[in-house]
Antibody, heavy 124, light 108 residues
Framework: QVQLVESGGGVVQPARSLRLSCTVS????????MHWVRQAPGKELEWVAI????????HYADSVKGRFTISRDNSKNTVSLRISSLRAEDTADYYC?????????????????WGQGTRVTVSS | SYELTQPPSVSVSPGQTARITCSGD??????AHWYQQKPGQAPILVIY???ERPSGIPERFSGSSSGTTGTLTITGVQAEDEADYYC???????????FGGGTKLTVL
């Protein structure tokens, strides 16, 4: 069955960097675009970033552009999110999610499978 | 930036029909998708591409879209349907995702 497992969250000081990872199984990873979505405590979902199925194209929400970098390794079935210059407002649960478009390189922009999330807390 | 607007809350009695709307200027050219999220859990896709239902989602969940408004309909609401529901779409360029603010469905 399809599984997505995030890791790398924790308590981090402001201005530091952090790398989140998502390891997937149960489907052909290289056939799907992948996303990161976050949710601050008690708040709504916020789309963060997408990476195309072959990793050649990435797009980001305006709120994170310039500080977040999404990448993937199709040989390891892993998608990552590097967050630099962490701010208090980055405190959230971070979910990786599979794009619902099979063989749609740049994604159909909906999320058919989600991981359970990894929590990032930015605090001194 | 592009926004989707949902009502903050909807309340219905068991067995009634719940309708949750989502408004956005790009919805005439972009699909609306819907997610259910219960406390402490990851979201689950319940409707995609305006009206398609993923396997395993009960038939009481349906979706529609007209002009700038998408609608999630739950027919014969059950207590287990109490949750937050989010609509989601893409901007006009199709390179950025966006979620609505979420609607808390309360089953009275």
């Amino acid at each position: 069955q399809v599984q997505l497992v995030e890791s790398g969250g924790g308590v981090v000081q402001p201005a530091r960097s952090l790398r989140l990872s998502c390891t997937v199984s149960g489907f052909t990873f290289s056939h799907y675009a992948m996303h990161w979505v976050r949710q601050a405590p008690g708040k709504e979902l916020e789309w963060v970033a997408i990476i195309s199925s072959d990793g050649s194209d990435q797009h980001y929400a305006d709120s994170v552009k310039g500080r977040f970098t999404i990448s993937r390794d199709n040989s390891k079935n892993t998608v990552s999110l590097r967050i630099s210059s962490l701010r208090a407002e980055d405190t959230a649960d971070y979910y990786c999610a599979r794009d619902g478009g099979l063989a749609v390189a740049n994604g159909d922009f909906y999320f058919d499978y989600w991981g359970q999330g990894t929590r990032v807390t930015v605090s001194s | 930036s592009y926004e989707l607007t949902q009502p903050p809350s909807v309340s219905v009695s068991p067995g009634q029909t719940a309708r949750i709307t989502c408004s956005g200027d790009a919805l005439p050219i972009q699909y609306a998708h819907w997610y259910q999220q219960k406390p402490g859990q990851a979201p689950i896709l319940v409707i995609y591409k305006d009206s398609e239902r993923p396997s395993g989602i009960p038939e009481r969940f349906s979706g529609s879209s007209s002009g700038t408004t998408g609608t999630l309909t739950i027919t014969g609401v059950q207590a287990e349907d109490e949750a937050d529901y989010y609509c989601q779409s893409a901007d006009r360029s199709g390179t950025s995702g966006v979620f609505g603010g979420g609607t808390k469905l309360t089953v009275l």
